[in-house]
């Protein structure tokens, strides 16, 4: 790890710069504006959010990356609740991005949340980037991402095993938490208390 970069825990006097950092990093990303600021500030009180994987890393005293997992689960197709994890927002403030900030900040997170024991991690991301620190599709798993049809594409969910093994005999749908849907009036509200930024509709957004 670089001499200059810390990764640590997330303290209360972070919040903001923490959330600002998201919201310039997601900014435009997978819809107009973005949502992302406004979950990580529901989530931390939330009750499914593991505080001791809520991250921040930092560079020369400056926060420039987070990330945080929140417990689920997945929903056997036998009956059986199997706990997992899910991941994010995850992000690296957008002038270092693709400098290897993010893999390393990546890398060391995970690696904390298998220390603590947890068996899996699910969630959506891009394989190109996540899979260079193991991660693959969840199909290879045998699980489903919840309310898709089965035909549709689900290249973009993913999951890492932390104890191997741990999805052997998993066949089931992944739940994502409740948390995550955020509503669009009170993330409107949210972002007034930031500095004003243009919403742009590009060509990539998965959302209108």
């Known amino acids: 790890m670089d001499k200059d970069i810390i990764i640590r825990l997330e303290r209360e006097e972070d919040y903001r710069e923490n959330e600002n950092l998201i919201r310039e990093a997601f900014w435009n990303v997978y819809c107009p504006g973005c949502k ?14 593991v505080n001791e994987l809520n991250f ?16 689920t689960v997945i929903e056997a197709d036998d009956g059986r609740v199997i706990d997992v994890l899910t991941m994010g927002p995850i992000c690296i403030t957008p ?3 693709r400098q290897g900030y993010g893999k390393m900040l ?15 991690v699910l969630f959506e991301g891009n394989i190109d980037f996540y899979g260079k620190s193991g991660f693959d599709y ?16 689900s290249s973009f969910f993913l999951c890492k095993e932390l104890k191997p093994g741990y999805l ?11 948390v995550y849907y955020v509503k669009d ?9 930031f500095p004003p930024k243009q919403k742009l509709k590009l060509p990539g957004q998965l959302f209108d």
């Open 36 to 49: 992302e600021h406004y979950l990580m500030h529901v989530l931390r009180n939330d009750d499914s959010c």
């Open 56 to 71: 921040v890393m930092e560079k020369a005293g400056k926060i420039i990356g987070q990330n945080v997992f929140a417990k």
């Open 95 to 97: 002038e270092l991005k």
């Open 106 to 120: 990546l890398d060391y997170t995970v690696e904390k949340a298998k220390e603590m024991g947890f068996g899996a």
């Open 138 to 153: 969840s199909s290879k798993f045998g699980i489903r991402y919840h309310d898709l049809p089965e035909d549709a594409d």
């Open 168 to 178: 052997d005999d998993v066949t089931g749908v992944y739940q994502t938490p409740e």
């Open 185 to 193: 009036d009170e993330v409107e509200e949210f972002d007034k208390a």
